[in-house]
Every structure is written in structure tokens, then in C-alpha cells.
């Protein structure tokens, strides 16, 4: 991603880093010297107020003079020079008293340059000064003691300068492992913020393409979690309202479709039925007439009579009651209700409700399908009338192997349920009207287990209605009829 949070994490951090390195280093080299003279001054005072109590407690000459005098010198890092009014040395802490007597005496009797006084009281002054012969910065106090004594006191500025320098070359090494430690850091945290945005990131998307099987898993109780719990709320609302939209959708499209086409469907509905009930009607009334007038007296042959009226009745019946169901689904009567199913689960049941005509004709049968297919978006109700005519058709046509194959296979947006029967190919001239109403391949086989050619025409219906995909293919040992219904929520 060429803007990822993580990355502007890290230049932040980085850039934030490398700043306070900078900042530090420049305040040591601008404020760090100043400051040590402040504390220089300080410690000064304090050395001249020490100093002049020794020398106020026992006298110049005394043990705990020279022994204040010495720890003084020690613990504040000072050259110190105690003369008397003669110039004659009483106390030093150098090897070489003259120089310091020198300059003391410069400062007292002659106009030696001074570089920058600090501040002066009425027993001494603070000063920056050069030693020439040393070429290096010193501040000074020199003054007198209450005992009239005269007092020099330095420590060296060259001390401080390469401080400054050791302490910038530090800040450096110190700052950059600092910077490798804390991108290092950076980036394990930067995970723990990063990797829900970035699961939330793949829930958006898949929801832009109307998926919303996924949900936000991360957890936790921040801000990041507290939109994850809303996005989950928002991708239930949005699968409950797509359905309701898809049903809506559904119906509008088979509503437009029924008025264009109602009238021709009227007519032809007529005209089949009336058609397809001439000859059972004509059989009820020869049979029935020669029932009373008494053509066949012995009993068996009233029998057959009636047996022959009751089958030609049964037969209306049946028919009767699939063209009510045709006529619904072509008409539109019947809502359309989608939702999200089991189609494994369906086509499993439709099998167990044939098993006792499966087995009544030795019939071998059996389903194949993977887990990735069992959820589809269709009318459940609808979808169980196509699958059970598939059925009855394949069991009354299944012969030679004597095997049935019910698949439930993945092409991609949309999931097929195919049946295939062992049997004879359909001829390829009978395939483009096997879904129409009435119309039959084999006649004598139709009538011979009590078909009417409506159960197609009731698939196509269906698929019609739902708006999806059907037909049939031939194989070389049977023929297999297939549909296929929505695995997504696409509208």
C-alpha cells in the first residue's frame, strides 16, 4: 500500500527522533556553556565563602586552614592563591605559585585586558579571562579576605568546550540506536494497529461485492474493535436488505415478463388442455355407458370398466392439478420468496421422498458435491418442485445401467444441480421442445406410467420465474437435465 499507516508510523517516529537528537545537540552547544558558567559563579561564591571562614576560624597558618583550603580545591576543581599585603605566598594549590601571583598582582596594580568581567562585589571580582601563555579561558575570582589577604581563584573553560563535544558525539550514538531500537519497536506495535484496520480493510472490500459472509474477529475494546462491531452490525442489515431487495427485484422482472406474455400463454393453455382432457374424457364416457347399458355382465369385466375409469380419473386429476400449478407459476399468482439455503440439504430430502420408487425399479443412485457449494439465494419451495421433476423423470426413464447421478457442482457465481439417468439419448430434434407443455418424446411410454409432458415445462417455469439458467445435455449412456441457482448476494 503506498500510503500505509504503518509506513507514515515509522517516518513520524523517525523524523520525531532525529529532531530531538538535533534539538539536544544544539542546545548543548548553544545553552551548555552558559549554563556552566552560571554554575561556575556559584561554585566561586561558594569556594570565597568557605575559604574566608577558614581563614576567619583559626588563622592562615592554622591545620584546618590549609586542610579547608585543599578540600575546596579538590572537590570544586580550583587553582587557588592566598598572598599576603608583601606578595609573599600563605596558601596555594599549585606547584607554581608565580604565575598565579603574577596575575593576581596584574589584575591589582597595572591595566592587564580582561576579557569580560561577570560581576564584582566589594571584596572580589568574577571574570572570563585568557591565559596567554597557556592559550587557554579560565573564570576567575580574585579579591581579598577579611583578613586583607589576597585571594585568586581559577578553573579551566577548556574542560567545559570538550564536554560540550563528548556530549553531542554521545547524544549521536545514543540517538541513533534510539532510532534503530524504536523502528524496531515501532513496527511490532504498529502491527497491533495496523493488522485490524487492515482485516477491516478486507471486510469493506468483500462488502463493496456484496459479500458478507466475513466478519471483524480482531477483538479488543478500542476504538478499531468498536468499528468492527459496526461494521458486522452494518453487513447484517445490508444481507437482510439486498434479500429483500433481491425478492422485490425478483418479482418486478417476472411481473414484466408474465403481462407481455400473458394473453399468448392464456390461449395456448386452452388450447392444450382441452386438447389433453378429450381422451380421458372420451374413455370415462364409453366406459360409464357401457356400464349401464349393460354390455359385459360377469363381474371381471365391470371390473376392468371401473378399474379403466378410475386410472382415466386419476389421470385427469394429476393433470389438472400440475396445470394449476403451471398456470400459477406462469401467471405470476405465486410470490417469490428468496433466501439463503441449503441446497445439499434440499436435494438429500427430495431423494429420501423417491426412495421407495428407486428402489421399486432397482435403481442405483447417488449425490456428489463439496462443502463450498451447500449455500445458495433462491424460493426454497420452488426450487424442491424442479428438483423432485427432475427425479420423477429420470426414475421413468432410467434403464441399461439402471443408475441415477445427482451432482451439486461450483461455476463460480452460481452453484448447478444436475440429474443424470442411464438410458437412451434424447433425439436432438425432440431437444428444443422437451420444454414445452404436453409435449412428449415417447407417447406410448408417457401414458404408460402416467405422464401428461407438464413436469419440464414446471422446471422451466420455475427457472423462469427465478431467473436462472436450465437444460439438458445428452451422453453417450443417458441424459442428464441441469439448473443452476444464485451463490451470491448480486441483485
Not at 22 to 49: G, I, S
Not at 56 to 78: H, K, P
Not at 92 to 114: A, M, Q
Not at 379 to 398: G, M, P, R, T, W
Request: proline letters at 2%; hydrophobic letters at 40%; glycine letters at 6%.
Amino acid at each position: 500500500m503506498k500510503h500505509s499507516i504503518r509506513k507514515q508510523f515509522m517516518l513520524i517516529f523517525s523524523a520525531a527522533t532525529v529532531a530531538m537528537i538535533l534539538l539536544c545537540v544544539l542546545a548543548n552547544t548553544l545553552l551548555l556553556e552558559p549554563f556552566y558558567m552560571k554554575q561556575k559563579e556559584k561554585v566561586l561564591d561558594e569556594a570565597y565563602r568557605l575559604i574566608n571562614e577558614y581563614s576567619q576560624g583559626g588563622g592562615l597558618d592554622s591545620e584546618e586552614f590549609a586542610v579547608g583550603l585543599d578540600q575546596v580545591a579538590a572537590r570544586y576543581n580550583l587553582e587557588i592563591l592566598v598572598i599576603d599585603a608583601d606578595t609573599n605566598t600563605l596558601r596555594t594549590t599549585v606547584n607554581d605559585s608565580k604565575v598565579l601571583t603574577d596575575r593576581l598582582l596584574g589584575y591589582l596594580f597595572s591595566d592587564e585586558p580582561v576579557d569580560q568581567i561577570l560581576y564584582s562585589t566589594k571584596m572580589y571580582t568574577v571574570q572570563k579571562n585568557q591565559d596567554v601563555r597557556m592559550h587557554t579561558d579560565y573564570i576567575e575570582l580574585w579579591g581579598t579576605l577579611s583578613g586583607s589577604e589576597l585571594i585568586l581563584m581559577r578553573s579551566p573553560m577548556e574542560g567545559i568546550k570538550s564536554s560540550v563535544r563528548i556530549s553531542n558525539r554521545l547524544l549521536v550514538y545514543t540517538g541513533v540506536i534510539v532510532l534503530i531500537i524504536g523502528v524496531v519497536i515501532n513496527v511490532i506495535l504498529s502491527r497491533k494497529v495496523t493488522d485490524p484496520i487492515l482485516e477491516l480493510v478486507d471486510i469493506s472490500e468483500k462488502m463493496s461485492k456484496l459479500d458478507f459472509d466475513v466478519k471483524y474477529t480482531s477483538g479488543g475494546d478500542n476504538e478499531i474493535a468498536l468499528l468492527g462491531t459496526h461494521m458486522n452490525n452494518l453487513s447484517d442489515k445490508l444481507e437482510k436488505t439486498i434479500s429483500e431487495l433481491k425478492t422485490a427485484n425478483n418479482n418486478l422482472m417476472s411481473e414484466l415478463n408474465r403481462k407481455s406474455e400473458a394473453e399468448e400463454m392464456r390461449k395456448e393453455f386452452l388450447s392444450n388442455v382441452s386438447h389433453e382432457l378429450k381422451t380421458p374424457i372420451a374413455l370415462i364416457q364409453g366406459y360409464s355407458e357401457g356400464l349401464k347399458d349393460c354390455v359385459n355382465t360377469d363381474c371381471e369385466s365391470r371390473d376392468y370398466y371401473c378399474d379403466v375409469i378410475i386410472d382415466e380419473a386419476g389421470r385427469m386429476n394429476k393433470l389438472v392439478r400440475n396445470l394449476l400449478e403451471l398456470n400459477q407459476l406462469e401467471f405470476g399468482n405465486g410470490n417469490v420468496e428468496m433466501e439463503r439455503f441449503d441446497i445439499v440439504e434440499l436435494v438429500s430430502n427430495c431423494i429420501e421422498s423417491v426412495s421407495i420408487l428407486i428402489k421399486q425399479n432397482n435403481i442405483n443412485i447417488e449425490l456428489s458435491h463439496s462443502r463450498d457449494v451447500m449455500n445458495v439465494w433462491s424460493d426454497e419451495f420452488k426450487v424442491e418442485q424442479a428438483v423432485n421433476n427432475y427425479l420423477s423423470n429420470a426414475i421413468h426413464y432410467c434403464k441399461n445401467e439402471n443408475r441415477i447421478s445427482v451432482r451439486i457442482s461450483d461455476k463460480g457465481e452460481y452453484t448447478r444441480v444436475s440429474v443424470f439417468n442411464s438410458g437412451d439419448p434424447i433425439p436432438e430434434e425432440a431437444i428444443p421442445h422437451l420444454w414445452t407443455k404436453f409435449y412428449k418424446v415417447d407417447k406410448a411410454r408417457t401414458r404408460e406410467y402416467g405422464g401428461s409432458g407438464i413436469g419440464l415445462s414446471i422446471v422451466k417455469a420455475v427457472m423462469e420465474t427465478l431467473n436462472r439458467g436450465y437444460g439438458v445435455i445428452n451422453h453417450e449412456n443417458g441424459v442428464e437435465f441441469w439448473f443452476e441457482l444464485d451463490r451470491r448476494t448480486t441483485c
